[in-house]
């Protein structure tokens, strides 16, 4: 941390809150960029339909990024999470994405409880338990 962001850390946050904001622009900017036959066929090469892939992109590129976390804390590895089917992957990540209760699944992910306590907010409960009851 530089010596002026220690002095100023109000002013250290609003220049990483911007940062992030022109990130996330940059990259709606990009997929704007793709003509609707492309962004469509990318669309269906993930198994989503342009809508929600769309939706995906406006809560960039980290807004699903807790459950691989979650996963690994409930005992997968990295080739059991790659042998989830694609469509139920898409929409577990479709359902991470838009979650509205990202700081509990953080909190809980660091403070290493996630497996204990997800049950009680995350939208993918259902699914997940799913999983863990066909992966035993």
């Known amino acids: 941390m530089t ?5 100023y850390p109000r002013l ?3 220049i990483d809150n911007l940062s992030d904001w022109l990130k996330k622009w940059r990259e709606r900017s990009e997929m704007s960029e ?3 036959g492309e962004f469509d066929r990318i669309a269906h090469e993930m198994g989503l339909a342009p809508a929600d892939l ?8 980290h807004a699903a990024d807790e ?17 989830i089917e694609r469509p139920v992957l898409n929409d577990m990540l479709r359902t ?4 509205q209760h990202k700081q509990a699944c953080q909190h809980d992910l660091a403070a290493g ?3 204990q306590r997800y049950e009680t907010y995350c939208a993918n409960a259902d699914t997940v338990s799913a999983l863990v009851k066909a992966a035993e």
């Open 12 to 14: 250290a946050a609003l």
């Open 96 to 99: 991470c994405a838009g979650c």
């Open 67 to 83: 459950l691989p976390y979650l996963l690994k804390a409930l005992g997968f590895d990295d080739d059991a999470i790659a042998r």
């Open 3 to 7: 010596a002026s962001a220690q002095q």
């Open 54 to 61: 769309d939706a995906l992109v406006r809560q960039g590129r």
């Open 113 to 115: 409880v996630v497996a």
């Open 34 to 36: 793709l003509d609707s």
